[in-house]
């Protein structure tokens, strides 16, 4: 009776245990690693074996920050078997991340390998390991080249946006200090980089210096969206080309 109780709380389940090969991936990366399943007691009937990308954004909800979690991609590992008392199983997996997952080591942000087994207990074993996500060289190449510009990065975040998320309802944000030629003529320039195989999708958040009627009324922010080819990236003029963009739309 007792271990029949145990088993439908989740005590006496099978374990999961995913081990990464290369826990730090860039942007659009492949993630390479072994699940572990350790049997329970009984033989036990695995319905699924889901691998999820997991990161987490801020959403305003009246005065406060809430922070949400959101799946970036999802990969079956296993479709239905069964595993026998306490044996032990590894799988390799391997999964490419999407090129707008945060990155992760350029400020604080939560990225995370979420391993799920489903079956018919009532708690479903699962387990979280977390990733460290480098930028995309397109990432790399848009952040040094603002940065060139005489802009310091002083805040990464991932915001609720879904006017600009695109699959996803937020945005990664990338926020610069003026520090050079548009110092005192930038309030500051937030950045939100998505890479893709091809290029990369730029939006300028323009805030100027606009006085407390553009700030009340919102006339001193603008959008301004840029797409730039792997070509485009490698033009050793690219900043000067940024430079021009940015004066043109002040």
């Not at 005065?63 to 079956?76: G, I, L, P």
């Not at 500051?188 to 100027?208: A, C």
């Not at 792997?230 to 430079?243: K, W, Y």
Request: overall charge negative.
């Amino acid at each position: 009776m007792f271990k029949s109780l145990f088993k439908k709380i989740g005590f006496g389940n099978a374990k999961v245990d995913a081990r990464l090969r290369n826990p730090s991936v860039a942007q659009g990366g492949v993630l390479e690693g072994d699940v572990f399943i350790t049997g329970a007691d009984d033989a036990t009937t695995i319905d699924e074996l889901h691998l999820r990308v997991m990161t987490e954004y801020k959403r305003k909800s009246g005065d406060y920050d809430v922070t949400e979690s959101v799946e970036m991609a999802r990969h079956k590992l296993f479709d239905r078997f069964t595993i026998q008392p306490r044996e032990q199983r590894s799988i390799p997996f391997a999964m490419q991340i999407p090129f707008e997952t945060p990155v992760t080591t350029m400020g604080w942000q939560k990225v995370y390998l979420q391993t799920t087994l489903e079956t018919s207990a009532f708690f479903d074993p699962n387990d979280t390991d977390p990733i460290q996500v480098a930028p995309h060289p397109y990432t790399e190449r848009i952040l040094s080249a603002v940065q060139g510009l005489g802009f310091s990065l002083y805040k990464v975040d991932c915001e609720y946006a879904p006017r600009f998320g695109g699959r996803y309802p937020f945005v990664q944000e990338f926020e610069f200090k003026p520090t050079g030629e548009f110092r005192g003529r930038l309030d500051e320039l937030e950045t939100y980089i998505r890479p893709n195989p091809n290029g990369v999708e730029v939006v300028f958040q323009i805030d100027r210096r606009g006085g407390f009627f553009g700030e009340m009324f919102g006339t001193d922010e603008s959008y301004n969206f840029v797409n730039l080819s792997a070509h485009d990236l490698q033009n050793p003029q690219l900043g000067t080309h940024l430079r021009n963009y940015i004066l043109q739309r002040m």
